[in-house]
């Protein structure tokens, strides 16, 4: 399929004659269309909702769009519990599922009112002993080996360091019950970025399946099933797009055919997507400013990998876009790097793309989870600014960049840190 940018090259000019480059780029349309259909391929479920991972894109400006559109937010530390906090999105709107959890952030998430996901049979007693245990409760589910489907294997959960064997997810179940807990769900991350509409159901059928035996062995109350993340993008043209629509589908399939008939037809269907519901809504947009000829040819950008770690740390894809140049010949082969003193840092590596020349605006794909949010300060690097394409067609600056004052923030060392007036 086609990759085309979600803005024109005017109207991007025109952003970047009020915000320089680089910076992070969302489509506020995109992202409430997206959102919409999610709700709608649930629609058959009444308790249906998306938890927004907030780890993918940890904005409170796109938290609260996406809150807006009837999603609550999935958290996984104290600073993600805070920003869901400033949104005012509290109690059963948020799940907080996390793991190697201090107690100050299950207190923290109780306090809030969330759900809370054990991600392991020994944080039962961990949790009752700082916080009690609540009347609502998630388990979170690692059945262990690799996960496949029909074309081929998924992931390998029993290489992961999340969840709990079922033998265990049943002891935790029967403890809470114990405990004075009333209502439970069931979780599992068995696959990332899976590009495939067979995720989602043949996870269902998994966890309803389970779900069934737990209730009928404890006689539990299951409220929900929370499939979690793992829904892909197509960061590759030659890859499909998964089809939302197909996925919540194929999940009342398996849903009328295992809950409904053991009378479990009130069980609410969770999701915790983050990729899914913003990395298509997202570009990093960067300026060439260097190009070299050695053995390979270079083009060196003003954004670097503190902006964008995923083909640094995954190898990831990331399509690019040379803004203008769409319909040039694709005739010049280049490696498109950042600045770091790490030969990783390179957003591509022999792409063959149109001829660039200094001062090209590169577009580049797919960066709306996972990017900005997993940026780091390595070699003193700054992060750049996120701005948010609103739906009018106007640009608002939702993060600003770093300066060196946010980077020296935490140093006491001398008065230079202190009193000097960085230029910020
Ligand atoms: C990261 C994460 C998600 C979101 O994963 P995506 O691949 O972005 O959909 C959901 N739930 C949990 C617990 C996670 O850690």
New binding site residues.
């Given amino acids: 399929m086609l990759k085309k940018p979600f803005i024109t090259k005017e109207a991007l000019d025109a952003i970047i004659q009020q915000y320089p480059t680089p910076f992070h780029l969302y489509d506020e349309k995109g992202i409430r269309e997206n959102a919409r259909r999610v709700k709608e391929a649930f629609a058959w479920n009444p308790g249906f909702r998306e938890?927004f991972?907030v780890?993918?894109t940890p904005n409170p400006y796109i938290m609260q769009i996406l809150h807006e559109e009837g999603c609550g937010m999935?958290c996984?530390s104290m600073t993600e519990l805070m920003l869901t906090e400033a949104c005012g999105i509290t109690g059963h709107e948020i799940?907080f599922?996390?793991?190697a959890t201090p107690a100050e952030e299950y207190q923290k998430a109780m306090d809030l009112g969330g759900i809370i996901?054990l991600d392991d049979i020994t944080h039962v007693e961990y949790l009752e002993k700082h916080c009690g245990i609540p009347e609502t409760i998630c388990c979170?589910y690692n059945p262990g080996g690799v996960f496949e489907m029909s074309n081929g294997i998924m992931d390998n959960p029993g290489d992961a360091k999340?969840g709990m064997t079922p033998a265990q997810v049943e002891e935790a179940f029967r403890r809470l019950k114990a405990k004075g807990a009333k209502h439970f769900g069931l979780?599992a991350?068995l696959a990332?970025?899976t590009v495939t509409n067979e995720y989602y159901p043949m996870l269902a059928l998994e966890l309803f399946r389970f779900a069934v035996q737990l209730r009928n062995k404890l006689g539990v109350h299951i409220r929900f099933v929370n499939l979690?993340?793992?829904?892909?993008v197509a960061y590759r043209p030659e890859e499909r797009p998964n089809d939302i629509m197909a996925i919540g589908e194929g999940v009342r399939k398996v849903y009328e055919e295992i809950l409904v008939p053991a009378g479990m037809g009130d069980v609410a269907v969770y999701t915790?997507?983050?990729?899914?519901?913003?990395?298509p809504y997202g570009a990093l947009i960067t300026t060439a400013i260097h190009e070299k000829h050695t053995y390979k040819e270079y083009i060196g950008c003003d954004a670097c990998a503190a902006d964008l770690m995923r083909p640094a740390v995954y190898g990831s894809y990331h399509h690019i876009t040379v803004m203008g140049k769409e319909d040039w010949v694709c005739d010049h082969r280049y490696d498109v790097t950042g600045s770091l003193c790490e030969n990783c840092d390179k957003f591509a590596v022999d792409r063959i793309l149109p001829r660039i020349e200094m001062g090209d605006i590169l577009y580049i794909h797919d960066t709306g989870?996972?990017g900005h949010s997993m940026g780091y300060n390595y070699n003193g690097k700054l992060r750049h600014a996120e701005i948010l394409l609103q739906e009018d067609g106007g640009a608002k600056m939702i993060r600003r960049s770093e300066t060196p004052r946010d980077l020296f923030a935490t140093l006491d060392f001398s008065e230079f840190y202190r009193n000097i007036r960085f230029d910020d």
């Fill in positions: 938890y991972a780890k993918a999935d996984s799940m599922s996390s793991n996901n979170r999340y979780h991350f990332s970025n979690s993340g793992g829904v892909g915790e997507m983050g990729r899914f519901m913003l990395a989870a996972h």
